[in-house]
């Protein structure tokens, strides 16, 4: 790291959680319910930078009522998943590609740019405090959250002077409560993520804050997940909720909605089309319409759907419905081709198969 960015100090948890409880925990830990013992922490102000960088017990925070972040949303997140080999190391999955997205989210958002360095470094030292929290079930790993808010207490419309950021880890099994299995998403007609010169490519809060509504329809008719259009013409395909999202045809290509602006350009996305491309498959950035999407559906072109992220990894789409009526996808279960990436994928994460990209970062 350079000589210029501060070096994290160690403060360990004066009262952490006992090795017996910490292990009752790993047994079935579920997704962002169980949490460890320590957090990342740098600060940042206009005068200093970026300082008092520290690995220390994970706590509340005590804010000011005028707090930026509360009224303003100056916010910005990544998530990412740091693994235990089959030979033992630990291993963090493509981290710098999240430094990257940090920053660019942190360029939307008129907040400072944390250096690539401080990023990796940050999830390095509490990966590294924190090893006997990744679970050893299948499937288990520690899913890492870096995040910064604005910070300055103040009332008006500029961007804060101030900044925390920080990094908590959290124990994880499966994504999907019962395992994995194919998915029915809700397509939302009333409600949009993103539009063009928005933060869709930003990985910040209000994203997710305005896919909650549409979420909630989704759940109230009897979908998993919701599945939004373009904000412009109603008629484009662009991502779920919280996942980007493949198509597969009969030809065995595959297609996912190119990055315009108004889609978060996922690190999951980005490894798949290079996996499928690695094998063989073609794969096509390119618009592709709802409407295309039920015929394609019905006569048979299309065999297959599945949408992609850090938390779920790979997830089949069996079934798609709206205020228009629904389709099932194939014969509505895990396609071979969306197996294939999911297989792939998840061996180059564990260790288990050749890594030609060098995505894996091992920590011994």
Not at 54 to 81: C, M, N, W
Not at 180 to 208: E, F, H, L, M, Q
Request: aromatic residues 8%.
């Amino acid at each position: 790291m350079s000589a210029d960015l501060p070096a994290f100090r160690l403060d360990p948890n004066p009262a952490p959680v006992a090795a017996n409880e910490r292990a009752a925990r790993l047994v079935d830990p579920g997704f962002g319910r169980v949490f460890t013992d320590h957090m990342a922490l740098i600060r940042y102000t206009e005068e200093q930078g970026w300082h008092d960088a520290q690995i220390t017990a994970r706590a509340p925070l005590t804010v000011d009522p005028s707090t930026a972040v509360l009224h303003y949303a100056q916010e910005i997140f990544e998530g990412l998943k740091a693994y235990r080999l089959d030979d033992g190391d630990i291993a963090l999955f493509r981290a710098d590609a999240n430094a990257r997205r940090f920053r660019d989210s942190a360029r939307r958002l008129a907040m400072p740019e944390l250096p690539d360095d401080l990023f990796l470094e940050s999830c390095r030292k509490l990966v590294e405090t924190e090893r006997d929290w990744i679970p050893s079930i299948e499937g288990g790993a520690l899913y890492l959250r870096p995040f910064m808010i604005a910070s300055e207490a103040f009332l008006g419309v500029k961007p804060s002077a101030e900044y925390l950021y920080m990094v908590i880890a959290s124990s994880v099994g499966a994504y999907w409560k019962g395992g994995a299995r194919a998915v029915s998403i809700w397509v939302s007609r009333d409600y949009t993520r993103a539009a063009p010169g928005g933060t869709g490519a930003a990985k910040c809060g209000g994203n997710y804050a305005a896919s909650l509504a549409a979420q909630s329809e989704a759940i109230r008719q009897g979908c998993d997940q919701v599945v939004f259009l373009d904000a412009v013409e109603r008629r484009w395909v662009e991502e779920l909720g919280g996942m980007n999202v493949f198509f597969v045809f009969d030809d065995g290509s595959i297609v996912t909605p190119p990055l315009t602006g108004t889609i978060l350009p996922g690190i999951t996305r980005d490894s798949i089309i290079r996996i499928a491309r690695d094998q063989g498959i073609a794969v096509r950035e390119e618009l592709y319409g709802i409407d295309q999407w039920r015929a394609d559906a019905a006569s048979g072109r299309l065999t297959e759907a599945f949408a992609c992220g850090t938390a779920a990894v790979v997830t089949p789409i069996g079934e798609v419905k709206s205020a228009d009526g629904g389709f099932t996808i194939g014969t509505g279960g895990t396609g071979q081709t969306t197996q294939r990436m999911l297989d792939a994928l998840t061996a180059i994460q564990r260790g288990r198969g050749a890594d030609p990209h060098g995505w894996l970062q091992r920590l011994g």
